[in-house]
């Protein structure tokens, strides 16, 4: 863990470097994400942030701010789990893998932006939301499709749903120039999570933003392992897990009202990789070691009509797996390195013809690598090239959206054979319609058709990989209307907002591990094609019963049918592994003067851990109950916050995946000081 000692041990220096900066007054402005509106007005944004979801042409979900906060949540994976429509995959405890699945159309399909650049993994197409932190996030939005806007960056076009994670803006009052957050979480499996965040003016125009956090678990839960002869307690081993984050970022306003932002990025893990229960076995010793690093910049200009953004990237992974049952022909033991390398860059542009009607391009270049000490293994280096022309039209009280995105991957390897080139040309097609001037109520729909290449790993994996492989196609269509209501003053029922869709994917050539003449031996084929429809709601609502006493409710609900039609005489129409038909959440929080209590229940119903839906496979539903109790007080510039949690309170036992088993009844603290 040298690496994780050396990101806290430079930490003071870091401190004193921020603390000595020359003060000065400036007001405040906003390092915001590509697309929005007025993004260099921090004021205007706040304003009409409560109508985003209702304005966006796409299914928009959003999480900010204290929001966050009442959600009992550790990571980003903790937090997404509240989204209608979406499954997580959780191998359980702190360090278990975590990735979300969107309308099932598979993780692969969804891509994740941290600040407006994408956060990519060449070798398996995953984003193990788990090693997210909240700690310096500041809100996290989901689009079904794409994000509603022209003005983003290529690879924006380029997925079947978003996941855009934004850090903490920098903001200061009146005659401040420096900020400080700093917190302590702590719990059962011996969780110890202190944390750091630093905001600094230096000056007239520079803002300089530290966020680093030191996380460390035992992960030793105890669960039952009922095998059909015994019914067995059982303590969780090699869960453990201790990691490190640091990031830095420095923001700029130039004299001609540009922006430039840069961000470095650092996190560094070891932890046991808990394995699966099953034949009794209870005692694993596979271990991981993760690093990923990367920098990345962007620079952003407005003049009359013509906006522009361009961002470039480096990122450097590393990945080690240590399986020391696992001893090769040569008397070695399983040790397998990756080392992955992306170079980014990306330039948007968007001019408005008129006072309704826009145009943009857009276009991506990136090159991946990979690295490994697999034998015969071939060192893939992937060229991929992103093109968008989009376009946007208001009149009156209906705009549409429409964009072809061009896409060409090279794929070059040092020995063996590669995937060659591909390319595709993908649309979009997007409408919203405000039928009532009087009223905040919107209709939405969208049609898209998009495409996900093979990963490092389906094509190249040694004795796996093909690289014969199509990519996966995916069409999309989506109807749905958003409502929101600000009530009058005194009403005891504030505020309501609601938003439903209905959803039908086609997912063809989909890309499968399938066994071939030896169980030890499978190989990747396109072969499957599934149906997915569905219905998803989301109903949030603010409540005030008193001058003292304030509340707040949501609910949502995921209605989904996601069937194999590959072979109509092979699992024809069963729902596909781990989607449930019925799925939702209730949150629900009180404030009263310094104290706030806060509720939420997830709820997830019946599943199939293999295409058969037979009994044998059958995964029974599972649902938790969370409450948190906060302590609050302020004065002046500084604010004290005591949480105490308890987490799964009646202690139901579940899988979120198969023979993975989930903790029990926790419970963590968080103590935190902001000045």
């Known amino acids: 863990m040298n690496g994780v000692k050396l990101s806290l041990g430079i930490f003071s220096g870091i401190a004193l470097l921020f603390l000595s900066l020359p003060l000065c007054a400036q007001e405040h402005f906003t390092a915001d994400t590509a697309g929005r509106d007025n993004w260099l007005n921090e004021v205007k944004i706040r304003q009409v942030k409560i109508n985003k979801e209702q304005t966006s042409q796409t299914p928009l979900q959003i999480l900010s701010g204290e929001a966050l906060q009442r959600l009992n949540s550790l990571s980003v994976a903790d937090a997404v789990r509240f989204f209608s429509g979406v499954q997580l995959k959780d191998y359980g405890g702190v360090g278990g893998l975590k990735t979300i699945n969107v309308r099932s159309m598979g993780t692969n399909h969804t ?16 984003v193990d939301l788990g ?7 500041e809100e996290i939005e989901l689009y079904n499709g794409q994000k509603s806007t022209i003005l983003q960056p290529a690879r924006g076009f380029a997925s079947g749903s978003s996941l855009y994670l934004n850090t903490a803006l920098p903001k200061f009052e009146e005659g401040r120039t420096f900020r400080m957050k700093t917190s302590l979480k702590g719990g059962s499996f011996g969780l110890i999570n202190p944390s750091l965040l630093l905001q600094k003016k230096g000056g007239e125009n520079f803002y300089f933003t530290l966020s680093t956090e030191y996380k460390r678990a035992n992960g030793r839960y105890k669960f039952r392992d009922r095998n059909g002869e015994y019914d067995t307690t059982i303590v969780r081993r090699n869960a453990d897990i201790e990691s490190g984050r640091f990031e830095a970022s420095v923001s700029a306003l130039l004299a001609d009202s540009s ?17 699966s229960i099953v034949s009794n076995v209870y005692d694993f010793s596979q271990r991981q070691w993760d690093r990923n690093l990367f920098l990345q910049t ?3 200009k407005e003049r009359g009509r013509y906006r522009l953004i361009a961002s470039a990237k480096y990122t450097n992974d ?10 090769k022909d040569e008397g070695l033991l399983l040790n397998n390195v990756f080392k992955q390398q992306e170079f980014y860059i990306s330039v948007a542009n968007r001019y408005s013809l008129t006072s309704n009607w826009g145009v943009a391009f857009s276009a991506d270049y990136q090159r991946n690598s990979l690295d490994a000490n697999l034998e015969r293994f071939p060192y893939p280096t992937r060229h991929s090239l992103l093109a968008a022309l989009a ?31 591909k390319s595709e040309l993908t649309p979009t097609v997007m409408a919203s319609w405000k039928p009532f001037h009087d009223s905040d109520f919107r209709l939405r729909a969208f049609y898209k058709n998009i495409f996900r290449m093979p990963t490092f790993n389906d094509l190249y994996y040694t004795n796996i990989g093909s690289t014969f492989l199509k990519p996966e196609y995916a069409t999309q269509y989506d109807l749905g209307f958003t409502y929101i209501a600000l009530l009058d003053e005194g009403a005891l029922l504030s505020q309501i907002s609601v938003q439903a869709d209905g959803y039908y994917n086609v997912v063809r050539d989909k890309i499968v591990a399938t066994p071939s003449a030896s169980l030890f031996r499978w190989e990747m084929r396109n072969l499957g094609r599934v149906h997915i429809s569905g219905f998803d709601l989301n109903t949030q609502t603010g409540w005030k019963f008193s001058d003292q006493i304030s509340g707040n409710a949501g609910i949502t609900y995921t209605y989904q049918r996601a069937e194999d039609v590959t072979n ?12 449930p038909i019925h799925s939702g959440t209730l949150t629900a929080g009180c404030e009263w003067r310094h104290l706030g209590l806060n509720y939420s229940y997830i709820y997830t119903g019946e599943r199939y851990n293999q295409s058969a839906n037979i009994p044998a496979n059958h995964v029974q539903p599972w649902y938790t109950h969370d409450i948190a109790l906060r302590y609050e007080r302020s004065k002046r510039y ?14 139901q036992d579940f899988d979120v995946v198969a023979n993975f088993p989930m903790p029990g009844r926790s419970y963590r603290f968080t103590l935190s000081y902001t000045y």
């Open 111 to 126: 891509a994740v932006f941290y600040d407006g650049v994408q956060l990519s993994n060449a070798q398996n197409g995953q």
């Open 259 to 275: 922006q430039v932002t840069s961000r470095f990025y650092f996190y560094k893990d070891q932890q046991g990789v808990p394995g």
């Open 298 to 300: 962007s620079f952003r």
């Open 131 to 137: 090693k997210l932190s909240l700690d310096n996030m």
């Open 318 to 327: 590393y990945t080690r797996f240590l399986d020391p049952e696992y001893v």
């Open 391 to 421: 376009t946007e039209i208001k009149y009156s009280d209906i705009e549409i959206q429409g964009n072809l995105l061009a896409t060409l991957v090279d794929d070059h390897v040092e020995q063996y054979f590669s995937a060659g080139k």
């Open 568 to 579: 109509p005489e092979l699992n024809y129409k069963n729902q596909i592994p781990y989607v």
């Open 638 to 651: 500084q604010r004290y916050r005591i949480t105490g949690e308890i987490l799964n309170l009646f202690n």
